[in-house]
């Protein structure tokens, strides 16, 4: 099963290369230059809409990234602060809530981008279009989704993400 999914996880990954390659779009680096390179997670919290209560659904000390590359692509992940590996099949499947990762097209248009998404850590995403609002202020970048019903906590009702990511040097 693992074999499988690294499997066609780098077909994914190399047929996104080759597409990019072949001439998917670039982004003009003179109208989004801040937001281009790699940006490592510094924290993440969730915003309930019914309460305005803030969670930290991934821990205190939660670790991943997101990359913008010049060639129109991205690549998001976040994981839970203190993730443990799976032993038993209910241990995998609940490392599925722990973890937000997906990779795609970007389209990039002033403090928005969207991806495309082409591969997901869950595959109800695959072929929707995420949209995000960032504001990149020096070495820090701020995110923030749009109110939806997370797959991670859909038992919270309509959320959003509130992360801020630096950027690595």
Known sequence: MITTTRRSLSKTLALAAAAAALGA????AADTPDILGTWRLVSYVVEV???GEIMPVMGAK????VVFTPN?????????DGRKPGKT???KAALLDTIVSYTGRAEIKGDQWTTHVEAAWNPQWVGTAQTRNFKVDGDKLQVTTPWRV???WADKGMTRSLITFERQK
């Open 150 to 152: 997370m797959p991670n």
């Open 62 to 65: 939660p670790s991943g990234g």
């Open 49 to 51: 809409q019914q309460t």
């Open 72 to 80: 129109g692509r991205v690549f998001f992940m976040l994981t839970a």
């Open 25 to 28: 779009p670039t982004l003009a």
């Open 89 to 91: 099949d209910a241990e």
